[in-house]
């Protein structure tokens, strides 16, 4: 599920939850590096992995992000084999790569108590790229063949948008760009995942080959959760609004 709340009791309520995976984001959630690290470190002693999405495919975030102790990293808009060795080469000290090296002074290396950390840093993290448009579909089997790539990640709704269809990330186009790309994982031998919120999409994409998939949100379960006790216990205004005794109409929304 994701973990979007930048809050790390609610992290850590979820990874005692039972759940197998979470998306620590910080691409359309308010996180930044200091409650990213918070959050890794309450989850950290669950059974639980911990995939993290920095905002945008940027070499020095992304160092900062693998300095923190981020090890699985999720990188949104990966439009290009081009784009996806960018992504390789900031996970990679040289001469494999460009990350910088500041191993002494980062949580990654636990300030340099991990023996031979520089040599071995690269076996400790996985690379996911998002697969989350037209372009990035035409290209996905370039994109699986870069060297570094572990596994893509499928973005339903942006690739809806890119296709002329935003909000329809059910359309039979979107399920079959996805479907596509799952099949394009599976003869790469890479991992491929996919958001889908409806349990039925979700069955469906795993039939089809998904490796991983998320299937819910802590800021949607707080959301609907919370609405159903209003629907259930406040009294509701005729307009839609909530009736509160004493006060003027309630707007239902902003």
Request: proline letters at 7%; glycine letters at 8%; hydrophobic letters at 50%.
């Amino acid at each position: 599920m994701w973990v979007c709340s930048a809050s790390p009791l609610v992290a850590e309520i979820c990874a005692g939850s039972g759940l197998d995976w979470l998306l620590i984001d910080a691409e359309h959630s308010p996180n930044g590096l200091e409650s990213v690290l918070a959050q890794l470190q309450a989850v950290h002693g669950y059974p639980v992995q911990a995939l993290v999405r920095p905002p945008v495919n940027d070499t020095v975030l992304i160092k900062q992000y693998l300095d923190l102790g981020v090890q699985n990293l999720l990188i949104p808009m990966v439009n290009s084999a081009a784009e996806a060795e960018a992504a390789v080469a900031a996970i990679r000290y040289p001469p494999h790569g460009v990350r910088g090296v500041g191993s002494a002074l980062a949580r990654a290396a636990r300030w340099n108590r991990i023996p031979d950390y520089l040599a071995r840093a690269a076996e400790t993290i996985s690379l996911t790229v998002q697969i989350e448009s037209e372009a990035a579909v035409s290209a996905v089997e370039q994109i699986l063949a870069v060297d570094g790539v572990d596994a893509i990640f499928l973005g339903p709704s942006d690739l809806a948008a890119s296709m002329g269809l935003l909000g329809q990330q059910e359309h039979p186009k979107v399920r079959a760009a996805v479907e596509h790309c799952l099949a394009a994982a599976a003869a790469a031998g890479k991992p491929a995942g996919v958001n889908a919120f409806v349990a039925a999409t979700a069955k469906a994409y795993l039939d089809a080959g998904a490796s991983f998939v998320l299937v819910g949100a802590d800021v949607s379960l707080l959301a609907r959760g919370s609405e159903a006790l209003a629907a259930a216990f406040v009294p509701q205004a005729p307009d839609g609004g909530t009736a509160v005794p004493g006060a003027g109409p309630t707007p239902s929304s902003y």
